[in-house]
């Protein structure tokens, strides 16, 4: 791969993060559902023979069923499972890595303390107004993202160096902050969603999770080459 190539695929995980960012942040206006619709990002998804693939599906074939009441549904979907107005054994499914890390149950616990001194560390600061500790599911995608954009500007700077220790970066950060208990997340989750919408994103955020060590893996090979 030439660096034209490093960095397209760069841009393309940058997006996917932000997608995923927001869709775990709070329920989705109308304008943004119509330009899900309009951009035909599941769709295309489709189109890769990848993991993705079943809740790409669900996702479009949600989306096409749309009608005057699918703002209102997805929005109660989101309120029931991520702000956790519905539990299950007790439990809820709001995104805090502290809630389900080591066995959480209460928010701002060990792994906030990690997630803050990371972030500290790194320039990174949860937007301004907002009351949500920093261990929360979204903003550790806009992190993962704008490490992307990091590793953008090392390529073009021609620091191939500082493009793969941002790359490890955040390979570790996933493993230790995403991937450590995203799956237990899942499982409580799926059980509390009631639309296929919701189904199929928590699906695609798993398998693009999955995807991401072979592919920082992949880069950081041909930046090296």
């Given at each position: ?5 490093i ?19 709070k ?10 619709v309009?951009?035909?990002f599941?769709?295309?998804?489709q189109a890769?023979?990848?993991a ?23 929005a ?13 054994e007790?439990r809820?499914?709001m ?6 890390r ?5 928010l ?56 793969v220790?941002?790359?490890?970066k955040q ?8 991937a ?11 059980r ?16 693009f ?7 920082i ?9």
């Amino acid at each position: 791969m030439n660096n034209d190539e490093i960095i397209g695929m760069l841009e393309e995980r940058g997006g996917t993060y932000r997608l995923l960012a927001r869709l775990f942040f709070k329920p989705l206006t109308q304008e943004e559902i119509d330009a899900l619709v309009v951009s035909g990002f599941a769709e295309a998804a489709q189109a890769d023979s990848g993991a993705c693939d079943d809740g790409c599906s669900d996702i479009a074939r949600y989306l096409r069923r749309r009608n005057t009441g699918t703002r209102e549904e997805l929005a109660c979907d989101f309120t029931s499972a991520f702000y956790g107005t519905i539990t299950v054994e007790g439990r809820t499914a709001m995104p805090y890595e502290s809630l389900f890390r080591f066995g959480g149950t209460q928010l701002m616990g060990l792994p906030q303390g990690e997630v803050y001194r990371e972030f500290k560390a790194n320039r990174v600061r949860v937007p301004a107004g907002l009351d949500v500790p920093e261990d929360h599911l979204s903003f550790m995608f806009d992190y993962l993202a704008l490490l992307c954009d990091r590793a953008i500007e090392c390529v073009r700077c021609g620091d191939v160096s500082g493009a793969v220790e941002v790359l490890d970066k955040q390979r570790n950060f996933l493993a230790e902050h995403v991937a450590s208990w995203y799956a237990d997340f899942q499982t409580l989750a799926t059980r509390i969603v009631q639309t296929r919408f919701y189904r199929g994103v928590l699906k695609m955020t798993s398998a693009f999770i999955g995807g991401e060590p072979g592919d920082i893996d992949f880069l950081c090979k041909e930046l090296a080459a």
